[in-house]
């Protein structure tokens, strides 16, 4: 019986997620040039929706992070060992789809293929740490950081796209306004109008500005006080706002006004409540640790590489004159 060829080598794994990634580029580029060539072609605008892309790079980037993790895993546990394992988060995606435990498609398939390619990663991180030289380990670890910092990115991503909470809602000055199904309340405290910048034409300045400062309720207690601005630029004939914005371990709060009505003391607020926010924030962080370690490995082995033929024409000049 003749040996069968093993599936799972470095050329087919490379040649796999290569072409899985020109495969997601490419659609990414056709959704991106399709407006323009429809205003090029018809005049007609057209604007794609973010659930446009998601719908169609989703699969393209599971089966990606699905490659990725193989390439990690094949050349220490094996082909079969490998294939069992990424076969059994696989099912396990495919049994949270069935269950659905987190009450969302997207999240309930990503999650799992996610937690593959994080398992894999720390399971090389510890790898690259039983490495003789520093600078060798240094320098994996390094990319790894990097790879698990764009895990993280894309699990912050998918969590805070699909569970995002966003409502609006017209709230009096000395009343409290409630969004239905965020944790936050707000109560408008005052609302103050004044020019600002050089007089402009007919105005005593170049904008005009109405200061609102809020009171922000957290499931019923007070939480914090914050402020936001509506201002109409007579200068460039535009109005534009500012926006209050919260982060923490957990979420992220976005208020911004949207209209504003003097005469009743109204003003119409838009809130959003983004969880699991720091996953995209710190597998930001991840990446730029591991750029700048990557970076500062590479420096030095360049140098020690530059330092040796120097030492050698030394003592190979000492050894001529004697």
Known sequence: MKNKRPLLTPKNNMLATVVVFLLLAAII????????????????????????????????????????SVCMLAGYLGQRNTLTVVGGYIAL???????????NLAIDI?????????FATIYKIGKALKKDSFRATAR????????????????????????????SNTVSSGNIGHFPGQDYAIRVNS??????????????????????????YRKGAYFQEGQVQYVTDFKWGQSYTTTYIHRSLTEELFIAPRAISLQKGEIDLYMRTVPYINFLWGGFYLMVVGIIALIAADFGTTRKTQEKPTKSRKNGTKGGSR
């Open 191 to 216: 609302m103050n109008s004044y020019y600002s910048g050089d007089p402009y034409q007919n105005y005593p300045g170049s904008s005009y500005i109405t200061e609102v400062n809020l009171d922000i």
């Open 110 to 118: 990503s999650v799992p293929i996610i937690a593959l390619a994080v």
């Open 29 to 68: 580029l056709v959704g991106m040039l399709t407006p323009l060539i429809a205003k090029l072609g018809t005049g007609t605008e057209i604007r794609l929706e973010p659930s446009y892309f998601n719908a169609r790079t989703a699969l393209p980037t599971a089966a990606l992070v699905v490659l990725l």
């Open 93 to 103: 995606a495919a049994f949270f789809a069935f269950i659905s435990p987190f009450r």
């Open 140 to 167: 994996s670890v390094s990319a790894h950081l990097i790879h698990l910092g764009i895990l993280f990115i894309l699990l912050g991503i998918v969590l805070s796209a699909n569970m995002k909470m966003e409502g």
